[in-house]
Nanobody, 123 residues
Framework: EVQLQASGGGLVQAGGSLRLSCAAS????????IGWFRQAPGEDRKAVSG????????WYSDSVQGRFTISSDNAKSTVYLRMDNLKPEDTAVYYC????????????????WGKGTQVTVSS
């Protein structure tokens, strides 16, 4: 059974930090690009960051570039998202997801999804 278990969300003040974890099982971790989307109330789900676990190449959306850092621990089949200097506009449900390399990292293309974890940033 494929599982992507997201954890690490919570309530934090603006300027604070959180680290999200996404533990994967049921598929070959190194064969996928894994990353994070977020969805705020009333908005579409948007890509935040992704990492190609085989070679560690990563990308970020403009809104989080320089504040968020994605990493993977292939031995643990886990992807992390370190979020620093959090802003109220980062408040959303964060979802981890996996897609085969070569496909778009977009909500319509992902092969697997995890359940979300809530991140709330107070001003």
């Amino acid at each position: 059974e494929v599982q992507l278990q997201a954890s690490g969300g919570g309530l934090v003040q603006a300027g604070g930090s959180l680290r999200l974890s996404c533990a994967a099982s049921g598929f070959t971790f190194e064969d996928y690009t894994i990353g994070w989307f977020r969805q705020a109330p009333g908005e579409d789900r948007k890509a935040v960051s992704g990492i190609t676990t085989r070679d560690g190449s990563a990308w970020y959306s403009d809104s989080v570039q320089g504040r968020f850092t994605i990493s993977s621990d292939n031995a643990k089949s886990t992807v992390y998202l370190r979020m620093d200097n959090l802003k109220p506009e980062d408040t959303a449900v964060y979802y981890c997801a996996a897609v085969l390399p070569g496909n778009y990292f977009s909500p319509d293309s992902m092969n697997y999804w995890g359940k979300g974890t809530q991140v709330t940033v107070s001003s």
